[in-house]
Structure formats: structure tokens, C-alpha cells
DNA sequence: TCTTTATTTAAGTAATTGCTTAAATACAAT
DNA sequence: ATTGTATTTAAGCAATTACTTAAATAAAGA
């Protein structure tokens, strides 16, 4: 079913985008997945201050950033479940902090936040 | 209202937080609206055909993702308000391309994702 | 053991998302 | 003028999101 009758139309760039799409499919929906995950302003925030901070609890950013705790423990969740954060836990309060091997596509985003506030 | 009354809770630092974090507000509301966008597979994906064909058609593009048209022209629509594409109508066509320069922190993904095909 | 503190989980809800189908718009060609 | 092609817009809807409040879990300290 091609919606495209035009003579113009080039079956050979469609078949080539195609391909290259069925290629990197794999590779798309990870970084989809990561992108929307990073997408989200209070989500940025948390990243952009483990990456400052190095970690953090659950409560103290919800004081950062105004929110209630579940509110914070379930974009945390959402982070963490994506193994894009440690988790590490110290008598009562859980450390959260960058895997920065799974998060290395949000590094550039990260060093140039950092640099925002030199 | 805070949520933290742990003793090791340390002041200076949620202080040095909150600066931080009122410093870049704006840059993270960008940032995150752009990855917001790019956090989805099928716009991935036009992103990905755009970066390497130059300019693409909604409905070749519909035709490539099989996808409705509609559906493709919701999804350039809204990478179009945020600056993020340029459209030149030639004739009945509507050639969609990428806005480089607002879509900049995107690149090294685009870039990968190139590679990745090689 | 009982209470406090830190955190997660669960249930409910309003808002948003991403599709569908149908209709509207715009331009070209006959 | 009329038909066909490319695209957008609109309305409707199911699924998802991101919060809320209340309850559950887990560890520490009195």
C-alpha cells in the first residue's frame, strides 16, 4: 500500500531508507528509549544534579526540587528500571547515582549543562 | 516544607542545588523539550532518514515507516513547531529537512546512528 | 518492643499522547 | 471547470503519563 504515486518518487532511496532503517532498528528504539526517559524536565533535573553531585537520596531531591517524595521515587524508578542509575543503599537512605556507561548519549547534554553555570 | 530531616543532610549542598538548578531552568526546559521530541521511535526515525537523505516528503516517509500519512504529518507537525525541521513546498510536495542548528544536540546520536550502518 | 525515618508501592485521576477515519485545503493537469 | 494528488486539520478514542494521597516495607534508635 504505497501512498506515494508520484513519478518523481524514487523506489530506489525507498528501498535504501527502508534497509537502513531494518538495520538500525535495534539501535533506534534503545536510544528512543533513553531520549524519552531524559526527556522530561524533573527527570533532566535529577540527571543533571547526580551528575554535579555524584549522588543523592530520594528525600533530598525532593526538597531540591519541590516535590513530593513518591512523586521523586517514581521518576527515579523509571530511571533506574532503564539501568540508567545505580542504586546503592546505606542503612535507611538510598544513594542514587549515573551509570554512566548505559547513560553515555545524555553525557554531551550533561557537560554542556555544566557549563551553563561556570 | 522539607522532607529531609536526616542530621547528615547537608544544607550547603540542597542550597548549592537549588542555585544550580534555577541557573539552567531555561536551558533545561529546552533541552528536555528537544529530547522529548527526539524520545519517540517513529520521530527517531524521520529524524535518522532526514539526516541521511537530505529532505524527505511526508509521504514517502509515510510509505518508508508504513505509516498513514496523517499519523506521519502529526509527527513532522510537531518537530516542525519546535523549530526542530524546515519545510520548503515545491509544488504539491512538502520537503521536510533538519533544522541543524536548533537540532545540535542531537547530532552525536544522528551521527551514531550513521555509523552504525556502515 | 515501639516509634521514627526513608523509601516504595498502590490506587485513583486529570492531562497528554499517538493513533484512526473523515473532511478540508491547495495545487496541477487534463 | 473538474479531477487527481499531496498534505493538513479535526474529532474521537485507547493507552500512557505524572501527579496525588494513603498504605506498606525496612532499618535505627529510644
Keep these: 500500500m504505497e501512498n506515494c504515486i508520484r513519478e518523481c518518487a524514487d523506489k530506489n532511496q525507498l528501498n535504501r531508507c ?3 532503517l531494518e538495520e538500525i532498528s535495534l539501535e533506534i528504539q534503545q536510544i528512543a528509549s533513553i531520549l524519552n526517559i531524559a526527556g ?4 533532566l533535573k535529577i540527571f ?17 526540587l519541590q516535590m513530593t517524595v513518591p512523586a521523586i521515587s517514581q ?17 535507611q537512605t538510598i544513594y542514587y547515582s549515573i551509570n554512566y ?7 554531551p547534554m550533561l557537560e554542556s549543562l555544566k557549563q551553563v553555570s561556570v
Tied chains: 1, 2.
Design 101 to 107: 556507561e548505559e547513560s553515555k548519549i545524555l553525557l
Design 18 to 20: 527502508a534497509e537502513s
Design 48 to 64: 543533571h544534579l547526580l551528575n554535579e553531585e555524584q549522588e543523592m537520596c530520594p528525600c533530598d531531591l525532593s526538597d531540591v
Design 40 to 43: 522530561n524536565e524533573v527527570r
Design 75 to 91: 521518576h527515579l524508578k523509571k530511571m533506574k528500571t532503564a539501568k540508567l542509575l545505580f542504586s546503592e543503599k546505606r542503612s
